[in-house]
């Protein structure tokens, strides 16, 4: 039998800021001329995010110079976001577990085997041993960890967590994927960073994946029909993802909306042809918001209605891109609005990578 999402769940911090407030916030680390002030506020603007949570907040209202004392006048080195991410990563991913299993009315005992992906920070023992201890799972249960592959990364870990699922029937696969990108704001002008500062947020996204349909979860299942990968050519420098002293930087070059738009459909439209579909046969779409250009040059390449991206244009506007996690809140909505299948579920990633996976 197919291996069959039968949860999802998904977590937020516990505060949020709106992007007006976060872009006064880091105006002050980032511009240093006038002319950098006007076409950093242009980038805030055009962001498709109207708010998003941070686990750097203390509050979600009141004074802004108050909501957060960990940007300042001295830039967090690498050693101290690590710090943050080891103390918020684990009780937002749990958070997230918790919900995919009481989604799918499965109790923790029963999984087998447990898929975490990041690539917002690093520390070991890991996120994977941080929730088999908040959760109470089994000290065999078989762990795997996806790092550092980036917005694609909660695909990836699908492509894992299917394979286990389908080579062993009894098999229980819990995917978790945790993100906390507001750890990584850049200081200082750089306008490519600057679209990264503006889009990313915090958020984690579990789901539950074994064969068939269970009783419970009956109507709500989503099966994994395939899925696919590759990457396009050409294209090393338009998405990046480096450590450096202070946080970990992304770089987002403007070129990415253009290849999207020359190299998508060529490859997706052979992909689904050998899977016996083709794009108009698609019922929805479960697009990774990586921002807005890059949603409208999905949808021109592929000739789709606004419509069809609404659910990742919502995610993106309320929570802003949570890097892995965000495709898991795009399916939670299309589900919850009984969207007609089959979806296609993709996201992009540095190389330029894409992966796509076809749900039933």
């Known amino acids: 039998m197919p291996a069959t999402i039968v949860g999802i769940g998904t977590a937020l911090p516990r505060y949020r800021i709106l992007q007006q407030d976060a872009a006064a916030i880091a105006r002050e680390f980032s511009c240093e001329t006038v002319e950098q002030e006007r076409l950093f506020a242009a980038i805030y603007r055009r962001s498709g995010v109207e708010a998003r949570g941070s686990v750097v907040l203390t509050a979600s209202e009141g004074d802004l110079a108050a909501r957060q004392s960990f940007f300042g006048q001295a830039n967090p080195t690498t050693a101290r976001r690590m710090e943050r991410y080891e103390a918020e990563a684990g009780p937002m991913a749990a958070e997230s577990a918790r919900r995919s299993l009481a989604d799918a009315a499965i109790e923790p005992e029963r999984v087998t085997h447990l898929v975490t992906v990041s690539c917002t920070g690093f520390v070991a023992p890991g996120v994977d041993q941080a929730l088999m201890r908040r959760l109470g799972l089994r000290s065999d249960v078989a762990r795997t960890h996806v790092g550092f592959m980036g917005c694609h990364g909660l695909l990836n870990g699908l492509r894992v967590a299917r394979a286990f699922a389908e080579a062993d029937e009894a098999a229980c696969v819990l995917l978790c994927a945790v993100e906390l990108c507001s750890l990584h704001l850049q200081y200082g002008w750089d306008s490519e960073r600057m679209v990264a500062n503006a889009l990313f947020a915090d958020g984690a996204a579990s789901l539950v994946v074994a064969q068939g349909e269970s009783p419970e979860a009956a109507g709500r299942a989503c099966p994994i029909l395939a899925v696919g990968s590759t990457i396009f050519p050409g294209c090393d420098d338009a998405m990046s993802w480096r450590i450096g002293d202070h946080g970990f930087a992304m770089t987002l070059s403007s070129r990415v909306p253009e290849l999207v738009g020359r190299e998508l459909r060529p490859w997706l439209s052979e992909w689904l042809a050998n899977r016996g579909h083709a794009i108009g046969s698609i019922g929805s779409w479960a697009v990774h918001p990586g921002g807005p250009r890059i949603l409208s040059a999905v949808g021109e390449a592929l000739g789709l209605e606004p419509s069809a991206l609404s659910a990742s244009s919502r995610v993106l506007a309320e929570h802003g891109n949570m890097s892995s996690a965000t ?34």
């Open 327 to 360: 495709i898991a809140f795009v399916m939670e909505r299309l589900r919850a609005a009984d969207a007609p299948g089959p979806w296609v579920a993709m996201a992009f990633g540095p190389g330029l990578a894409v992966e796509a996976v076809l749900l039933g």
